[in-house]
C-alpha cells in the first residue's frame, strides 16, 4: 500500500506570492490533516479535512486555506507569503474514525 | 490551547544505553501515539496505546498509557545508532475536537 505523498518535495518562493502544495492520503483514508513544522514552535495543527469538508481548524491567519477533493487528495494554499511562513509543511492521513495518523516526507517551503 | 509537556527536550546518551521520555498534560487523552522523525522527513508512528495503564512493546521500545490518561512514556532498550532522531507524543482528547496535540520532541543524539 503506498504511503503519504506531497508534492512538491522544495518550494522556493518571494515574499507576497502564494503557493499550493499537494497531499495523496493513502488509499481508504478519507481525513487529511495539515502540519506546519518550525524549529522554534515544533509540529502546528493547521487543519483537518474529512470527505471534502474541513472538521477542525488551528490558530493560523486566514491567509492559511485548504480543500480536500472527492478522492480525499487534499491541497493547502497560503496566499500573501511571509518570510514566518518557511517551514516544513507535513500531510497527515487517517481513516476517520481512528486517531492514528501517517505523514508524508513534507514540502518544505522557503521564502525569500 | 492543549499542550503536552514533552521532556527531555533532548538526550545524549551512550550506545547500548537505555533511554526513557515522557509527556504529561493537564488534559486527558483517550489515544496516545509516539512518533519518530529523521532529518528531512515525517514523522513515522512507532506505537499506538488506547487504554489507560496499557504497556505496549514494538522491538527495543516499549511505550506505557498513564493510569491517569494526563501523560505516557517511551522506554527505549540498549541504543543502537539508527536510533538517532527527534521522538514526538501525540495525544487525541477524550473530549473535544478529534485533533492530535504533539509534544516538543525529544532529540536523541548516540556517541558510538
Known amino acids: 500500500k503506498a504511503g503519504v505523498t506531497q508534492t512538491p518535495r522544495y518550494l522556493i518562493k518571494t515574499r507576497g506570492q502564494q503557493v499550493t502544495l499537494s497531499c495523496s492520503p493513502i488509499?481508504?483514508?478519507?481525513?487529511v490533516s495539515w502540519y506546519q513544522q518550525t524549529p522554534g514552535q515544533g509540529l502546528q495543527f493547521l487543519f483537518e479535512?474529512?470527505?471534502?469538508?474541513?472538521?477542525n481548524k488551528g490558530n493560523f491567519p486566514g491567509r492559511f486555506s485548504g480543500r480536500q477533493f472527492s478522492n480525499s487528495r487534499s491541497e493547502m494554499n497560503v496566499s500573501t507569503l511571509e518570510l514566518g511562513d518557511s517551514a516544513l509543511y507535513l500531510c497527515?492521513?487517517?481513516?476517520?474514525?481512528?486517531?492514528?495518523?501517517?505523514f508524508g516526507q513534507g514540502t518544505r517551503l522557503t521564502v525569500v | 490551547g492543549q499542550q503536552l509537556n514533552q521532556s527531555p527536550q533532548s538526550m545524549f546518551i551512550q550506545e547500548g544505553e537505555d533511554v526513557s521520555m515522557n509527556c504529561t498534560s493537564s488534559?486527558?487523552?483517550?489515544?496516545w501515539l509516539w512518533y519518530k522523525q529523521e532529518p528531512g522527513e515525517g514523522p513515522v508512528l512507532l506505537i499506538a496505546?488506547?487504554?489507560?495503564?496499557e504497556l505496549t512493546s514494538n522491538g527495543r521500545l516499549t511505550a506505557q498509557f498513564g493510569i491517569t490518561r494526563k501523560d505516557s512514556f517511551l522506554n527505549i532498550s540498549a541504543s543502537i545508532p539508527s536510533d538517532v532522531g527527534i521522538y514526538f507524543c501525540?495525544?487525541?482528547?477524550?473530549?473535544?475536537?478529534?485533533?492530535?496535540?504533539f509534544g516538543q520532541g525529544t532529540r536523541l543524539t548516540i556517541n558510538p
Open positions: 497527515a492521513s487517517k481513516t476517520g474514525s481512528g486517531a492514528e495518523a501517517f
Open positions: 488509499s481508504g483514508h478519507r481525513s
Open positions: 479535512y474529512f470527505s471534502e469538508t474541513q472538521r
Open positions: 488534559s486527558i487523552f483517550n489515544t
Open positions: 496505546l488506547y487504554k489507560a495503564g
Open positions: 501525540a495525544g487525541q482528547l477524550l473530549q473535544g475536537a478529534q485533533k492530535l496535540v
